[in-house]
Every structure is written in structure tokens, then in C-alpha cells.
Nanobody, 126 residues
Framework: QVQLVESGGGLVQAGGSLRLSCAAS????????MGWFRQAPGKEREFVAG????????DYTDSVKGRFTISRDNAKNTVYLQMNSLKPEDTAVYYC???????????????????WGQGTQVTVSS
């Protein structure tokens, strides 16, 4: 069992920055890949970024490349999402998730992940 708790969401103006954190407890954090997803009202949950549990490789959805950075600190059992140059279309509830995807294409699939946090709201005003 893995427990995930997100924090760092809030209200920010367009062009601003936020850093989300996801603290994990339970099973060995370093043995899981981590992903960030988001869900806006009336829309499906979508992949934002993922980070491997070995080597630190990362993947991003095209709309956030160059603006968002995912990182992890295994000593602190925490994964981060640094979000810069925020846009109103980034407004959503952001979720972190833990799992063991077999291939890079699997990082984008919610069904790949076994554990999810409760989510943190990010609102970007224009």
C-alpha cells in the first residue's frame, strides 16, 4: 500500500509559477514510477508528466513541455511538479500517482498506476 498526499496548489495569475509536491508513505517509494495527472471540470483525467523509478527519465505531455518540470527526491519520498508560465488552460485538479509502467507509452495511461492522491486544485486566472 502507498499513500500519496499532494500539496502546493492554489490561485495564481497567468504567467506565474507554482510547485506541487506529492509526499509518499508506505511501500518503498524509490521502486515506483510517479506520474502527475490533471482533470478539469467536464473533462477526462489527462497525463501531465511522469518520472521513472530508475535513471530519472521523464516524459511530458506536449502542452506543458518547456514549462513544467517533474523531479523526485527518493530520500524525502517526494515527487515535485514545478510549473512555470502558467496558463488559464492549466486550471485543473492535479493528482499524483504511483505505479510500475512497463514501457514509456504506459506512463500516459491512468490504468498503469495503482495508487493515487486526493488531488490539489490549481487555478490560473487570466
Amino acid at each position: 500500500q502507498v499513500q500519496l498526499v499532494e500539496s502546493g496548489g492554489g490561485l495564481v495569475q497567468a504567467g506565474g509559477s507554482l510547485r506541487l509536491s506529492c509526499a509518499a508513505s508506505g511501500r518503498t517509494f524509490s521502486s515506483f514510477a510517479m506520474g502527475w495527472f490533471r482533470q478539469a471540470p467536464g473533462k477526462e483525467r489527462e497525463f501531465v508528466a511522469g518520472i521513472a523509478w530508475i535513471g530519472g527519465g521523464t516524459d511530458y505531455t506536449d502542452s506543458v513541455k518547456g514549462r513544467f518540470t517533474i523531479s523526485r527526491d527518493n530520500a524525502k519520498n517526494t515527487v515535485y511538479l514545478q510549473m512555470n508560465s502558467l496558463k488559464p488552460e492549466d486550471t485543473a485538479v492535479y493528482y499524483c500517482a504511483a505505479g510500475r509502467p512497463a514501457y514509456w507509452r504506459d506512463y500516459e495511461l491512468p490504468r498503469t498506476y495503482d495508487w493515487w492522491g486526493q488531488g490539489t486544485q490549481v487555478t490560473v486566472s487570466s
